[in-house]
């Protein structure tokens, strides 16, 4: 046990969470009889919580999100010395670590030129929607107002993302959902929805246009897609998707919006995710990987073409972008941002993210071979997932509550793993891996290893 805190040190913050704090996504009624877990400390892939156990981070601080890894110095203090220099000012005025990240941002996408900053992925997300709806107020009359979203994606916690989200158990409850968002088939080659062809990618692309015939091209603004749908199964588009996706925005004059929160800023071996397929897409949002989680930041990045579209008469008050987000002008964000990304680049984690990525879905597949349990393994980059079935043929789903009791498994022998979970009625059958970009080859095998058991345990 290397933790500092000592077990009885804690008791009384323990105390403290149980009577006071509420804890996202979490039934409180557990509580009654069980601790909340707290964790208290972190350093490089590895956390430790109040009772002193060790864990290895697979999911990168639970949701995909400390990229760098835990314990990074050199980013907190880079993030100190800016506090004490300027801690904040509006970002209707300029920063210099607001200027120098969005270069350095600019530069690793070739195509894209503004950045807007803001605190949260479903705030970056509720921007680009705004934006939408402003173009098609001042450009198209108002009718280009429609905003497409795909089935099993998620932008967002607030009810404007809520609107766009393909996952039905995250709406439920919450309506009614503000009009203007309409869903399009998700493309899932493993559950099929068009029968065993050779162009699938192609097809499920198609399903898109379908949808923008049916509802009107002149009343879609803007397609939102994740490149790799993360929270909704781990699907990686098969090929011939991006390309027909792409050719049909632009047949229609609508604009592509890709949302990275989760893939952006290295997770899948690139930069973004978009960039493995060759997407040139309008808004580019993210948010976890930018600062690993060091600072709150999130950003809005889009091309000159939208960019310009705002830049209008001065003389008419409503002609700019009229929105405004406090902490988008906390500094510590870029900051934190800058050095997050001079970690990438010096430390290669790039390739090392391509490298263990491709040993983490070797592992999974290896697995796939003893376990019958596992139906189908995807991702792309240190972004995996394996997807649990009872049975191969008919591809049943096993229970959501059997993909919770693998995930308790690993965590009780000190691997933390991720799973779907409350999004797709039925659907919440995956398994989920996002370690760190550092993480090492002994690392991904001791994750596996400890998948191998729990599905030993579960399943037998
Ligand atoms: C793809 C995607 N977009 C947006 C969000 C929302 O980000 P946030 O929780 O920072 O608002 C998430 C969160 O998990 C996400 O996975």
């Not at 697979?58 to 760098?68: K, Y």
Request: aromatic share 8%.
């Amino acid at each position: 046990m290397n933790s500092l805190v000592q077990p009885n040190d804690i008791r009384d913050v323990i105390e403290a969470d149980r009577a006071h704090v509420w804890h996202h996504l979490t039934q409180h009624k557990t509580f009654e009889t069980v601790d909340p877990r707290i964790f208290v400390e972190g350093r490089g892939m590895r956390v430790w919580d109040a009772t002193g156990k060790e864990y290895l981070d697979a999911v990168s601080g639970g949701v995909w999100t400390v990229n760098v890894g835990f314990g990074r110095e050199s980013i907190a203090n880079a993030v100190r010395d800016q506090l004490v220099k300027l801690n904040y000012f509006a970002n209707s005025a300029g920063s210099i670590p607001g200027a120098l990240f969005a270069r350095k941002l600019i530069d690793k996408m070739p195509g894209m030129s503004r950045v807007y900053y803001s605190n949260s992925g479903s705030e970056a997300n509720e921007k680009v929607f705004k934006m939408v709806r402003q173009i098609a107020h001042r450009h198209y009359g108002g009718q280009k107002y429609k905003i497409l979203y795909r089935e099993r994606d998620y932008h967002g916690t607030t009810i404007g993302t809520l609107a766009a989200a393909g996952q039905p158990e995250r709406r439920e409850q919450y309506g009614p959902m503000p009009p203007g968002f309409v869903e399009v088939p998700h493309c899932l080659e493993y559950r099929g929805q068009y029968g065993d062809i050779a162009n699938y990618g192609e097809r499920a692309a198609q399903a898109i246009e379908d949808v923008i015939l049916r509802e009107g091209p002149e009343t879609i603004g803007a397609l939102c897609l994740e490149p790799i749908t993360a929270g909704g199964g781990v699907i990686v588009p098969p090929a011939g998707y991006w390309e027909t996706v792409q050719d049909i925005c632009r047949r229609y004059d609508i604009l592509l919006h890709i949302d990275e929160v989760v893939c952006g800023v290295g997770r899948t071996g690139k930069w973004f995710g978009y960039q493995n397929f060759g997407i040139e897409p309008d808004f580019v949002t993210m948010a976890k990987g930018v600062a690993s989680g060091y600072a709150a930041i999130s950003c809005t990045v889009t091309n000159e073409k939208v960019f310009n579209l705002f830049k209008d008469d001065p003389s008419d008050p409503l002609s700019f972008f009229r929105d405004i987000s406090t902490f988008g002008g906390c500094v510590a964000g870029p900051a934190a941002a800058l050095e997050n990304m001079r970690i990438i680049e010096d430390e290669n984690l790039l390739e090392n993210t391509t490298l263990m990525g491709e040993r983490l879905r070797a592992n999974l597949w290896e697995l796939q071979t003893r376990h019958e349990v596992i139906g189908d393994v995807r991702g792309a980059g240190l972004f995996c997932g394996a997807e649990l079935v009872s049975n191969r043929q008919t591809k049943e789903p096993v229970e959501e509550k059997q993909v919770q009791a693998v995930v308790a498994a690993c965590l009780a022998n000190g691997v933390i793993i991720g799973a779907t979970n409350r999004s797709l009625p039925g659907l919440n059958n995956t398994l989920c891996f996002s370690p760190a970009l550092i993480a090492s080859a002994s690392d991904i095998d001791e994750v596996t290893g400890a998948v191998d058991t729990a599905l030993t345990k579960v399943f037998g």
